[in-house]
């Protein structure tokens, strides 16, 4: 069974203008992972310097920018969010990066161009992930691959069980982006893995109460659209679980965070 892109909203990509000035506090690698988590993309693409590889929503930069220390090629980036792009800006000078403000839907790019396309926690905020693929599938070389990631965090994922009942959302399917295996929407539209998922494992502390402070301060994408009163439900079924179950929110915790990244050919026939 497909899934639904669960965050884009009537069939129109979701803009993170608005989560520009925290984007990285709440989505970012821990101090010291990035570039070992990073370096995952590299190890099947095996880029070389006279090579390219698009990012498609690039965000602040949290994959692009340390990647650029392991891949030596044209690096590019597209994105729906000014303020995000601004802040790629910011962190990397190089002429070797080249950003464009731009849909996934609608890659300003020539057929065949790339001879990889990165994707991280993206195709569930666009409009049509099936079109969106198409288009990665249009502008990867022949030889080229999708290079797609995802992280998981075991920690939060006690805490995320209880909002997600709360709201009425247990039934979801919760492997959009997999877990051990491929990743089914991929699998179904025709991509072809590699063979290794590459993983990167570390721990990180992180406290109760910061996951609480994101839904009450509307951080996650998921919680734009929300009703207040949709909202507040999920936020007091939250705080009742990390009352009962930590005597000290505030404190953090440790928990395992888990990046994965595998490879795809296109869907054969694809162009």
Do not use: C
Not at 53 to 74: D, S, V, Y
Not at 149 to 174: K, T
Not at 228 to 241: F, N, P, S, T
């Amino acid at each position: 069974m497909t899934l639904p892109p669960q965050g884009s909203i009537q069939g129109k990509s979701v803009s993170f203008d608005r989560a520009a000035e925290f984007y990285d506090q709440t989505r970012g690698f821990a101090p010291g992972h990035d570039l070992p988590a990073v370096s995952l993309f590299t190890r099947d693409g095996q880029l070389q310097p006279d090579q390219r590889a698009l990012e498609i929503g690039a965000g602040t930069g949290r994959i692009l920018a340390p990647l650029m220390h392991h891949f030596q090629g044209q690096m590019h980036g597209i994105d729906i969010s000014s303020g995000m792009l601004g802040r790629v800006s910011q962190k990397v000078n190089n002429p070797r990066l080249h950003l464009v403000l731009g849909d996934a839907l609608h890659l300003p790019y020539p057929d065949d161009y790339f001879d990889a396309v990165i994707g991280v926690h993206i195709f569930h905020l666009v409009g049509d992930y099936r079109r969106a693929l198409k288009e990665v599938a249009r502008v990867l070389k022949p030889s080229g691959l999708l290079m797609h990631g995802w992280g998981q965090r075991m920690f939060d994922s006690r805490l995320m069980g209880v909002w997600q009942h709360a709201i009425g959302e247990e039934n979801r399917p919760d492997n959009w982006y997999g877990h051990e295996d491929n990743v089914p929407f991929l699998l179904e539209e025709g991509w072809q893995p590699l063979p290794t998922l590459h993983t990167y494992t570390y721990h990180e502390d992180k406290a109760p109460k910061a996951f609480l402070d994101s839904l009450i301060h509307r951080h996650w994408s998921q919680t734009w659209t929300m009703t207040d009163e949709h909202l507040q439900k999920g936020i007091d079924a939250v705080r009742a679980y990390i009352t009962a179950n930590y005597t000290h929110p505030e404190v953090p915790q440790p928990f395992q965070q888990t990046f994965r990244v595998r490879a795809y050919h296109p869907p054969q026939g694809a162009r």
